[in-house]
Nanobody, 111 residues
């Protein structure tokens, strides 16, 4: 069983930054890819970024150059550094590992 706990969300003005963290329990954290998804109000959950166990990353076009996903396998943690935030980034952000999901952390970007 794996549990994921996200943190770091909050209210920020457009142009600001936030760093999300996802702490995973369990001893198999380093084996598989990790991902961040987000779900805006009234919309479907969508992929934001992925990172392989060796650190290769991919991003959805809308966040390229602004967001950075990283992981620390020793700490069982994956991060999402979000810079130059825009109002359209407002969403609940979820951490994903295999079939496991966290409960999410809310990011609100004001104009």
């Amino acid at each position: 069983q794996v549990q994921l706990v996200e943190s770091g969300g909050g209210l920020v003005q457009a142009g600001g930054s936030l760093r999300l963290s996802c702490l995973a329990s369990g001893k198999i954290f380093s084996i598989y890819d990790m991902a961040w998804y987000r779900q805006a109000p009234g919309k479907q959950r969508k992929l934001v970024a992925t990172i392989t166990r060796t650190g290769n990353t991919n991003y959805v076009d809308s966040v390229k150059g602004r967001f950075t996903i990283s992981r620390d396998n020793a700490k069982n943690t994956v991060y999402l550094q979000m810079n130059n935030l825009k109002p359209e980034d407002t969403a609940v952000y979820y951490c994903n590992y295999v079939t496991y999901w966290g409960k999410g952390t809310l990011v609100t970007v004001s104009t």
